[in-house]
């Protein structure tokens, strides 16, 4: 382990976006550090860059400037194969809605993201364990269009931690579910990161959903606040 | 698993993936059956040119192999072929094209028949009278001929007199001299056919003719020397026309599989986007792609078999005495390998879209 026990450390992050002749400030300088094994919840208001945020996490999008530090790995020297590599070994996904493959079975869209991690073999112990806590075994063998969207996004959380990432990064995972099913996928995020220590960062715009959390930061204007802004 | 996606996203659109099959399909169907087409009756015309039992083909001054002239031969030249050495036997015969490719012959029929060894009359019999026409098997089919039938040939009308089997020179026979006199052509002849007394003979006889000097403009071949003419590489203009039918069963299949990744990878933008954000390199997405590809084509070229065969027996049935198809299976790989390369360049550009497209913009919802 390496000697800080932060898994991500992100200083002064800048992202800017050129839109025609317009650029766009996505994120102003943004500083954040994330314990090993922390379940953090981010909120902030629609447009203040938060799904920029995690797209730069997770290697699907470069900085423009700034420097990140993710489970050792300085972000801002990698590649394009680099990146693919980070969001293969050391990141998993969760987004609001769509995440499975359509054409395949619950359980082959998880396994196609070990295929493609290139692990194969059986399902590790600890797998087998994280699985049992979806409850969806008799549901596994299903197309995504006959899950309902709570179960989807419960299958979604299983292919983005399969390959034992440091990291899991959810945006928005319950923003398209109901009460009933946002509380089995929070609850099933919260015993993830119990049971495993599975470091979780998750965007969320319902403060009960961030109450599952171990902590919340906000994010105003592409910079991280801690204190929820007063009026 | 890669496969197994590949599968699934094909199984995911059945419409698209058969019609996608069928339209390659069609692409090598068409490829065999017009090269099947160009072999089958240059096959059918070696194999007829064969059936007359000669040895030897002498062709008037100016002509080619393959093609005819206008200006024949006389008639006494089968005189003197007939009393060369080792000659055994000598016919003549006058060609009258109809529509292309059927022709209309006139022969002898008493040294026709011994040269070849005779006609096989599957019903009817030998001419009787001016107006008697002999037809080979396929004709009668396609023109739905008996026996006794009377059909209109060159502003004139003729009663078929026989059927025959096929095989031997031509399809529609008619008496030398009465063909002769409707061409105004009265004691000429557009080809002569010698047979030796024994082939070994064949190229001592043409030996002495081409060194005779009233023969030199002559054309004059051995029949085996004549039969390998009948092949594609003696026919520029057929070798070509081949090349132009590959180009074109490439050219259709690569507008069938640009159109139909196209479409594929517009409507998996969202797909390809997950795929990347769980770790899928472009090459990975380039390879899902390609392999999809390949399945349809090599499904496809299986449909395009097939069909061959319907095509076939479409031409056998309807039209055989115009037209022969052949099987040909050692074209079966190269259609493979036509419908591969025009699906895998069609493949390209979508494939190449589908890989660089940025993730972020896949992931975002409309
Ligand atoms: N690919 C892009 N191209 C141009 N501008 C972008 C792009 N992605 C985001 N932006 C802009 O960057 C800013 C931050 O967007 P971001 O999606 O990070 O916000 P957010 O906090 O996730 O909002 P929401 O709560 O609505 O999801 C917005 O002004 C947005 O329009
Ligand atoms: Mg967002």
């Known amino acids: ?231 | 698993m890669i496969n197994k996606l590949v599968i699934e996203n094909l199984k995911h659109r059945p419409v698209r993936t058969f019609l996608s099959m069928v339209a390659i399909g069609i692409e090598v169907t068409m490829v065999l059956t017009l090269v099947g087409l160009s072999y089958g009756m240059l096959e059918e015309s070696a194999r007829r040119a064969r059936g007359v039992g000669a040895d030897i083909i002498i062709r008037p001054p100016g002509s080619s192999a393959l093609t005819l002239s206008n200006a024949p031969m006389p008639e006494k030249l089968l005189e003197y072929f007939g009393k060369l050495p080792h000659v055994k036997i000598v016919t003549g015969t006058v060609v009258h094209p109809l529509v292309f490719p059927e022709s209309v012959t006139g022969i002898d029929l008493a040294t026709f028949s011994s040269m070849s060894g005779g006609f096989n009359y599957l019903s009817g019999g030998p001419f009787q009278a001016a107006d008697d026409l002999i037809v080979d098997e396929h004709y009668a089919r396609q023109g739905k001929l008996k026996v006794g039938q009377q059909i209109k040939l060159i502003n004139r009308t003729w009663r078929v007199c026989g059927i025959v089997e096929s095989g031997k020179l031509a399809r529609l026979f008619v008496q030398l001299p009465v063909l002769q006199e409707l061409e105004s052509n009265q004691g000429k002849l557009s080809q002569i056919y010698l047979q030796a007394d024994n082939e070994t003979e064949t190229q001592s006889i043409i030996a002495g003719l081409k060194g005779t000097p009233a023969l030199k403009e002559y054309g004059i071949y051995s029949t085996s020397e004549l039969v390998s003419m009948f092949s594609v590489n003696n026919l520029p203009g057929l070798k070509a026309f081949i090349w132009v039918i590959i180009g074109l069963g490439i050219v259709i299949g690569f507008l069938v599989v640009f159109l139909s990744m196209y479409t594929a990878v517009l409507e998996r933008t969202r797909e390809i986007g997950v795929l990347k954000a769980i770790g899928a390199s472009p090459s990975y997405i380039l390879n899902i792609l390609l392999r999809e590809t390949a399945v349809l084509a090599f499904f496809g070229s299986i449909v395009g078999i097939g069909l061959s065969f319907v095509s076939r027996w479409l031409i056998m049935t309807l039209v055989p005495a115009s037209l022969q198809q052949k099987v040909m299976p050692e074209w079966w790989l190269i259609c493979m390998g036509i419908s591969l390369v025009g699906a895998l360049l069609g493949t390209l550009y979508p494939a190449w879209k589908a890989a660089t497209q940025d993730a972020i913009d896949a992931l975002a919802y409309d």
Do not use: C
Request: aromatic letters at 4%; proline letters at 6%; charged letters at 25%.
């Open chain 1, 1 to 231: 382990m390496p000697d800080t026990p932060n898994i991500i450390e992100v200083r002064d992050l800048r992202k800017v976006y050129r839109v025609g002749e317009v650029d766009v400030h996505a994120l102003r300088g943004a500083n954040l550090d994330v314990p090993r094994g922390e379940f953090l919840a981010v909120v902030g208001p629609s447009g203040s860059g938060k799904s920029t945020l995690f797209h730069i996490l997770g290697g699907l999008a470069a900085p423009t400037s700034g420097s990140i530090v993710m489970d050792g790995q300085d972000l801002r020297s990698l590649t394009d194969e680099g990146r693919t590599e980070l969001r293969k070994k050391t990141v998993g996904f969760v987004f609001q809605k769509y995440n499975l493959l359509p054409t395949l079975s619950a359980r082959d869209n998880i396994e196609i993201a070990r295929s493609i991690a290139h692990r194969s073999g059986p399902q590790e112990e600890w797998f087998k364990d994280a699985l049992k806590l979806l409850g969806l075994d008799s549901r596994l063998d299903h197309k995504p269009r006959a899950l309902s969207g709570g179960e989807q996004q419960r299958v979604a959380i299983a292919r983005a931690i399969v390959n034992h990432p440091a990291i899991l990064l959810a945006d928005e995972p319950t923003g398209n579910l109901d009460t009933k099913n946002s509380d089995a996928v929070l609850n099933l995020l919260r015993q993830l990161n119990k049971q495993i220590g599975q470091t979780i960062l998750m965007i969320t715009h319902n403060p009960e959903a961030a109450q599952f959390a171990d902590r919340t930061v906000h994010m105003r204007d592409g910079q991280i606040v801690e204190a929820p802004p007063k009026e």
